[in-house]
């Protein structure tokens, strides 16, 4: 049964460790198919090194296993949290690369900077709230999906416009439209994230970076009369 989509998932899960995102099992991405309202992800605590498709873990919208040998990611929670409100969202991939989880261990937002980051967020990068203790000692994994939506849903954010969220003392969850461009937008934070560190090193009083920097670069990639790359 989604015999593709598993095999995508994979890859995906693969491209962590190529792009420097995780050591050892830290992280976990997923994909799912909107006409079946099933997910493909990653199993908890398995090493990438050998990982096969069959190896994925197929789960419905409320968490059940649908085929699978094994456990699915303990985050498997969070995930559903975040198809279950945005329909927009195919994948999401859960890091704790090392610049964007010191931010979210700081408790900060990542600024904009530069235009890198504009390129790809069409905000600051968020960081949600600490989970309450209540929070974390109940459905822990589900109320770190609500708590990313909370963040998005005060300051009015879109998880297609700003494909990712840093949870604070945790680490870093991006979305796009299927799995692997969650990936790539975990890959854009980290590398965001790093420019943004060394940029305050350098200039600790920096400030933001103009907002009509950010609408130009966002717009000309993401605008409805977007020019930058090729016609399809």
Not at 176 to 205: C, N
Request: proline share 4%.
């Amino acid at each position: 049964m989604l015999e593709e989509l598993k095999e995508r998932v994979l890859r995906a899960n693969l491209e962590l460790v190529k792009n420097g995102l995780v050591l050892f099992t830290w992280g976990n991405v997923s994909g799912i198919d909107r006409e079946k309202g099933l997910v493909v992800i990653k199993p908890s605590g398995v090493s990438y090194e050998g990982m096969k498709a069959e190896d994925m873990v197929i789960v419905d919208l409320d968490g059940n296993i649908a085929e699978g040998k094994l456990r699915p990611s303990s985050d498997t929670p969070t995930h559903l949290e975040l198809y279950r409100k945005y329909p927009k969202i195919g994948g999401v991939t859960h890091t704790h690369s090392t610049f964007a989880t010191a931010w979210a261990q700081a408790g900060r937002d990542i600024p904009f900077y530069g235009t890198t980051h504009a390129d790809y967020f069409h905000s600051d990068i968020p960081c949600a709230r600490s989970l309450t203790r209540e929070e974390i000692e109940g459905e822990y994994e589900k109320n770190t999906g609500k708590v990313i939506i909370e963040r998005f849903t005060e300051s009015g954010l879109d998880p297609v416009e700003t494909p990712g969220v840093l949870v604070r003392s945790h680490g870093v969850f991006a979305f796009g439209k299927d799995a692997a461009q969650s990936v790539y937008h975990a890959t854009v934070i980290e590398e965001v994230a790093k420019m943004a560190y060394l940029t305050e090193q350098i200039s600790p009083d920096v400030s933001r970076a103009d907002g009509f920097m950010m609408e130009k670069h966002y717009l000309r990639k993401h605008g409805k009369n977007a020019y930058y790359g090729q016609k399809s």
